[in-house]
Structures are given as structure tokens and as C-alpha cells.
């Protein structure tokens, strides 16, 4: 009866276990053992030696379980790497004993527990944090972390430069002993401690004084956050704009809180959202609204070779989006700092076409004056934004709102291209620049939700180039990169602008074919082939290529993305292995 219930523990257990001899042979081993390395039956595992899923980062552990052996002590690894059958990292907690069964004869236990679960979630968690720490580090604001007690806990670049500090010797150090004036501490510390009581909103607006290393007071505009553990505040997180120069000029006009407040919404709101058309329009038109001599406003920027209208205020977009700029030409647009034009007639150079575009729809002989706010990355031009005024010109309130607009917008815009990057390495195959498998599944998911209410069909086609790993071994894996990407580009070639085309793996690919029914699919396949019948060259090296073909057609084959994508993969090594 034990030993019914030790072998039922032992084929049920949740933990994958191993039984290995002195040589490290295995010699039994349970279902989630199997499962763990990628069998499909135990029968395949046995004899299997220990170095075969060891991962080569690892092989050390063998010579540690010997010595194990040796002195008959349980060795207990807490995290190890398992390479399965398919080449798979699979993380484990591992414990390992040896069983005296004779004198001085032993086997070895080993039972192991997955969680490579937890470790890809750890990695998750460590790249968000990284992603947090760089943009705390690298914003254009003051960011500073207090604990309950004043103390700075973590402070950014830009605090420290405003500041004239080093980071390392600042951290620890009371903020209000150290940087607030004297005259304003009571008044602050009142302050931070109806945060810390939760009587203030945590996105509340606060304006004070700071101190820096010379004795010179910057004026700070806050935005405060607080962090909890459980029910208690732990951090306040406070995020600043230096206010001091711009404070200067308006500090007497009623404008001024209406600035800083608006543009910081404004700031927030590109922040958190994806960058989409109607931010452009979101954009100028609080511009217009918050730049005190502003009537009109424009925002033009890069497209290919040209510059071109995003959204206007105050003007009629579609009369303006058929100009395309070219900068080449005109040294005023390659000046980095917001600059005024008076005299509009005397700066464009323009073709003729387009400056009586501009006369007509841009009020270019009505305007008094403009005030442009080039924004750069990287030292190179992404556009700029017009303000116009038509009753009088620009003041220096104007001119240096304009140059926090240019510093805050550079970075945002230098943020969201970045955040751009991130999004397209996770979508796109990084070989052939189209979409990946996890990215080309999860968008068409989506896309047969709306095509089911349509009552569309769409049309799958999976391909295979022949004889790819006969190219590989012949010429080497350089020149089957190049025939990968050759491929993508001769297929891209023929698609629409709404068709999908994704690698999948290897040297499979598959393409979406929206409202495309099985004629319609044939079409496309002729197409591709005619594509091909051009030979893939590189260098001395000339190739024919040519590739395997599998339709499925939703809703009519299946309903299910991975059953439609299983069906045209079947039909197209059907036809491999008829060729």
C-alpha cells in the first residue's frame, strides 16, 4: 500500500523528477519531467546522459554533483537552466540527493521545480524598471524622490544641474535644510505634510522657491505624486519645471499660471498617449490659446524629402496640405533657436504655386509677424511650429514661451520616436522589416472581430521557400539572410497597403488578404511567382528562387486564427512534397 501510494506521489506529482545513476545516466523519471524537457513519452528519455539539457552557461554542475556523490551530502541548487529537446530555456528551482542503495553505491534524486514563469516576469519587471529609471534620469524636469522625512531618495540629471550638485552627495541630505530658503521652509514643510496626510490632491499644482549650490533661488512649478505601502505614504514624488526666467517676464500678467499649467496638461497628455494625428491638432491649438500674442498656428514637419502642413489653427487644412516644403535653400529654417519673421514677402522663396497658395489660404500678406519654433532631434530638423500675429508683434513673454515649448517638445517628441522604435522591434522582424508571428496573430485577431460583424472574408496564404536549407548549407547563413530579405521585398512588392505580411519563423511566411475570397488569393500567388521569376543576386552568386504555397480562407475553412494558419501550413507541405 506505501509503495502504491510513493509511486501515485511520484507519476501525479506536480515537480518534474529525475533518478540518476553514478555516470549520471538517467534511469526513471515522471510525466512532468518529460514535460518539462519536451518528450513525448518517457520510453525516449532513458539513458539519457545529464550534460544533453544542461545549458553550456552551466556545465560546472556536473562536477559539483560528482563531488556530491562523492561525500554522500544533499546538493541543493536554487536556480538552474534546463535546455529542452527543442532548444528552450526552461528555468528551474532545483534539489538533488544522493540515495545510498549499497555500500558505497548511490543513485541521485533530483527534483525540480518550473518557474519559468516567474523568471520571464522577473525580466519584465527589470526592463520596465530600467525603462522608469532612464526617463526619471534623462527628463527635461526636476525630479525629486523625498521620504516621509524630507530626505532625497533619488533625484534626476536635471535636478542636479539646476542645483549645481553631484548626485552622490546629495542623496540622504534633508531637502528643506539644504535647498529651500530659509524664510520658506515653515511654509513648505506645511505643505509636504498635507501630502503626506493625504489633504492635497498628489497632482496638485505648487510654486516655490529653491536654492542651489552658489546661493542663487530658482523658482520651481511642482506637480507631487505619492507612493504607498499599504495604507502608508511612503514617497512623494515631485516633478518641477524651472520657472525662474519666464517667471521674471510675467509675473505681474494674469497669463501666467494659464501657461504653465496648460502646457504641462498639455506635456502629460502627449506623454501618456500614442502619438496619433489628432495630437497635432491637440497641440497648436493650445499653443494658439496659450501664447499671449498667438492668433494663428501651424505645425509643419517632415515627410520623406519634404515638409509639410499636420494641423493648422485658424487656417483651412486642406487648402494648405498639397504644399510641400523644401528647406534646402533657406538658412532661416536650419536656425535651432525660435526666431521672428516680419516680412514675409522678402523671406519666401517658395515656388510660385505655392506662395500664391499661401497669399490666398495662409494670409501670408495679412500676418504682421511669425514666430517660428524649430524643433530638432539629434540635430536634425523634424519640423516646426508657427505662431502668427496679424495686430501686433511678438514680445519677449512670446519669445520665451517659445523657447520652453522648443525644449519640452524636442523632448517629447525625442520620447515618443523612441517609444516608436520600441513598439516596431516588438512588431517587426528585425531581418525582414515585416510584421513578426506574435504581432501578426494578435492584430489579426482583432481585425476578424470587425471582419465578423462585415461578413468578410479574408484570405491566408502560407509559403515556404524550397530548397532554403540547401542555400544555407551551400552559401552559409549570410547569403540566406540576404534571399530572406530578398523575399520580403518581392512579396511586399505585390501587396496592397491593407494586406498583412508576416515571417513566421525560418523561412515561412504568411500574408492577410482582407476581403479576398480563393480566386482572389490564386491571383495574389501568381502575382508573387511572377515577382520571383527576377533571380535573387548577390555578388557572383545568382539564385532561383522559388516557394510552396498553403490557402485557408475565413470564415469558410475555420473561424480560429491558429486553426485557419494550421490549414493553409498543411496544404502548402502538400504541396512541397508534390513538387
Keep these: ?189 506645511k505643505v509636504f505634510n498635507k501630502i503626506l496626510s493625504g489633504e492635497i490632491e498628489p497632482v496638485e499644482y505648487y510654486e516655490n522657491e529653491i536654492i542651489n549650490n552658489d546661493g542663487e533661488k530658482i523658482i520651481v512649478s511642482w506637480h507631487n505624486n505619492y507612493i504607498r505601502k499599504g495604507k502608508n505614504i511612503i514617497f512623494i514624488f515631485s516633478s518641477g519645471i524651472d520657472v525662474t526666467k519666464e517667471k521674471k517676464y510675467i509675473q505681474h500678467l494674469e497669463y501666467e499660471n494659464n501657461f504653465s499649467n496648460e502646457f504641462l496638461k498639455l506635456s502629460n497628455e502627449i506623454i501618456s498617449s500614442q502619438w496619433n494625428e489628432q495630437l497635432y491638432q491637440k497641440i497648436i491649438d493650445k499653443l494658439v490659446d496659450i501664447v499671449p500674442s498667438a492668433e494663428t498656428g501651424a505645425i509643419i514637419f517632415k515627410n520623406k524629402k519634404h515638409y509639410e502642413y499636420k494641423a493648422v489653427k485658424g487656417f483651412d487644412i486642406n487648402k494648405l496640405k498639397p504644399i510641400k516644403f523644401k528647406i534646402e535653400n533657406s538658412e532661416r529654417f536650419l536656425l535651432k533657436n525660435p526666431y521672428v519673421v516680419s516680412n514675409w514677402k522678402e523671406e519666401y522663396s517658395q515656388n510660385i504655386k505655392y506662395k500664391n497658395t499661401l497669399i490666398k489660404y495662409g494670409n501670408l500678406e495679412k500676418i504682421k509677424e511669425t514666430l517660428i519654433i524649430p524643433l530638432f532631434i539629434k540635430n536634425n530638423l523634424y519640423g516646426f511650429i508657427t505662431l502668427d500675429s496679424y495686430k501686433k508683434r511678438f514680445e519677449n513673454i512670446d519669445k520665451n514661451f517659445a523657447k520652453i515649448i522648443k525644449s519640452n517638445l524636442e523632448f517629447l517628441l525625442w520620447k515618443l520616436e523612441v517609444d516608436e522604435q520600441l513598439r516596431k522591434s516588438a512588431e517587426y522582424d528585425f531581418l525582414t522589416k515585416i510584421y513578426n508571428r506574435q504581432a501578426f496573430i494578435s492584430k489579426i485577431k482583432d481585425i476578424i472581430v470587425l471582419e465578423k460583424r462585415l461578413k468578410q472574408k479574408i484570405a491566408f496564404i502560407y509559403m515556404d521557400i524550397n530548397k532554403f536549407k540547401s542555400i544555407n548549407d551551400t552559401y552559409g547563413h549570410r547569403i540566406g539572410d540576404e534571399v530572406l530579405k530578398f523575399f520580403a521585398e518581392r512579396v511586399s512588392s505585390v501587396l496592397r497597403e491593407s494586406d498583412m505580411f508576416a515571417r513566421i519563423g525560418g523561412d515561412e511566411f504568411i500574408i492577410a488578404l482582407f476581403n479576398t475570397d480563393k480566386n482572389g488569393a490564386k491571383k495574389v500567388v501568381n502575382k508573387i511567382k511572377k515577382a520571383l521569376k527576377t533571380p535573387f543576386q548577390f555578388g557572383n552568386i545568382k539564385l532561383n528562387i522559388s516557394v510552396s504555397f498553403g490557402c485557408s480562407i475565413y470564415p469558410n475553412d475555420a473561424i480560429n486564427i491558429d486553426k485557419l494558419i494550421d490549414i493553409a501550413d498543411k496544404l502548402m507541405y502538400k504541396e512541397k512534397h508534390q513538387q
Design 1 to 189: 500500500m506505501k509503495k502504491n501510494i510513493y509511486e501515485y506521489l511520484f507519476n501525479f506529482s506536480n515537480n518534474a523528477i529525475f533518478y540518476w545513476d553514478e555516470s549520471l545516466k538517467l534511469i526513471k523519471a515522471n510525466k512532468k519531467a518529460a514535460e518539462l524537457l519536451g518528450y513525448s513519452s518517457l520510453e525516449k528519455m532513458q539513458g539519457i546522459p545529464y550534460s544533453k539539457h544542461i545549458d553550456d552557461t552551466e556545465k560546472e554542475i556536473i562536477q559539483r554533483i560528482k563531488k556530491a556523490i562523492k561525500k554522500g551530502e544533499l546538493f541543493h541548487i536554487f536556480e538552474r537552466k534546463y535546455k529542452t529537446i527543442n532548444g528552450d530555456i526552461k528555468w528551474v528551482e532545483v534539489y538533488i540527493s544522493p540515495i545510498l542503495i549499497g555500500e558505497n553505491k548511490y543513485i541521485i534524486q533530483e527534483v525540480d521545480y518550473d518557474i519559468t514563469e516567474r523568471k520571464i516576469l522577473e525580466e519584465q519587471l527589470e526592463f520596465e524598471k530600467k525603462k522608469f529609471e532612464n526617463y526619471f534620469n534623462l527628463a527635461q524636469t526636476i525630479n525629486v524622490v523625498l521620504d516621509k522625512n524630507g530626505n532625497i531618495y533619488d533625484i534626476n540629471n536635471k535636478a542636479c544641474e539646476i542645483l549645481k550638485v553631484k548626485k552622490n552627495r546629495i542623496i540622504g541630505k534633508n531637502w528643506f535644510d539644504n535647498f529651500i530658503p530659509q524664510e520658506l521652509r515653515n511654509e513648505v514643510r
